[in-house]
Nanobody, 127 residues
Framework: VQLVESGGGLVQAGGSLTLSCAAS????????IGWFRQAPGKLRERISC????????YYEDSVKGRFTISSDNAKNTVYLQMKNLKPEDTGVYYC?????????????????????WGQGAQVTVSS
């Protein structure tokens, strides 16, 4: 099983990037997929997630209205569209997959409960 993030890079404040999370050896069907961000010296934090079962999405307040998570079932890929980027969005972005069990809402699953992780994609936003 492998999750691969792509689409990171360097962008100026106010710019946009779209991250992709593609899975191999795993079908995303039924999984909840989350995007996490780890800034230098900080813990990995969840910023968004999507419930592949019903398409419901969740966003942390810090990215709400600027980021959009979406899923392409045919490509077995989840995207994170990021607009109006700020310097504080800088960090390594990881996608993860968790099989829902205990909780219905993807927002209830913390990073320790995820089953699979990608290697991360660096996003740097310059001021």
């Amino acid at each position: 099983v492998q999750l691969v993030e792509s689409g990171g890079g360097l962008v100026q404040a106010g710019g946009s990037l779209t991250l992709s999370c593609a899975a191999s050896g795993l079908s995303f069907d039924g999984y909840y997929i989350g995007w996490f961000r780890q800034a230098p010296g900080k813990l990995r934090e969840r910023i968004s997630c999507i419930q592949r079962t019903d398409g419901s999405t969740y966003y942390e307040d810090s990215v709400k209205g600027r980021f959009t998570i979406s899923s392409d079932n045919a490509k077995n890929t989840v995207y994170l569209q990021m607009k109006n980027l700020k310097p504080e969005d800088t960090g390594v972005y990881y996608c993860g997959a968790v099989w829902p069990g205990q909780y219905f809402y993807c927002s209830r699953y913390g990073r320790y409960e995820y089953d699979y992780w990608g290697q991360g994609a660096q996003v740097t936003v310059s001021s």
